[in-house]
Nanobody
């Protein structure tokens, strides 16, 4: 299993960024996928999840700001992040909805700062 995240960077408060994750080694179309984030000293937390049937759920602090989508043809899951806040600063990872989890990728760092 390989998960490769991309799209992070430095963004100003109120700005937007779109994260992408390409998955290989799994039967993507039947896998519930999630975006997670982690900051130093804290546990990794689930931010958004999309089921194989397209149903989505979000962590309360990102509802109305983040949108998770999936492209089964390209084994890719995206996270559109709008109205970003400094507290969204973290390393973002994708993985199946778990536990258990597949091996984690390297993540992509999002820094929200002026």
């Amino acid at each position: 299993v390989q998960l490769v995240e991309s799209g992070g960077g430095l963004v100003q408060p109120g700005g937007s960024v779109r994260l992408s994750c390409v998955a290989s080694g799994i039967v993507f179309r039947i896998t519930h996928m999630g975006w997670y984030r982690q900051t130093p000293g804290k546990q990794r937390e689930l931010v958004a999840m999309i089921r194989s049937d397209g149903i989505t759920t979000y962590e309360n602090s990102v509802k109305g700001r983040f949108t998770i989508t999936r492209d089964n043809a390209n084994n890719t899951v995206h996270l559109q992040m709008n109205s970003l806040k400094p507290e969204d600063t973290a390393v973002y990872y994708c993985n199946n909805w778990g536990p258990p989890f597949n091996s984690w990728g390297q993540g992509t760092e999002v820094t929200v700062s002026s």
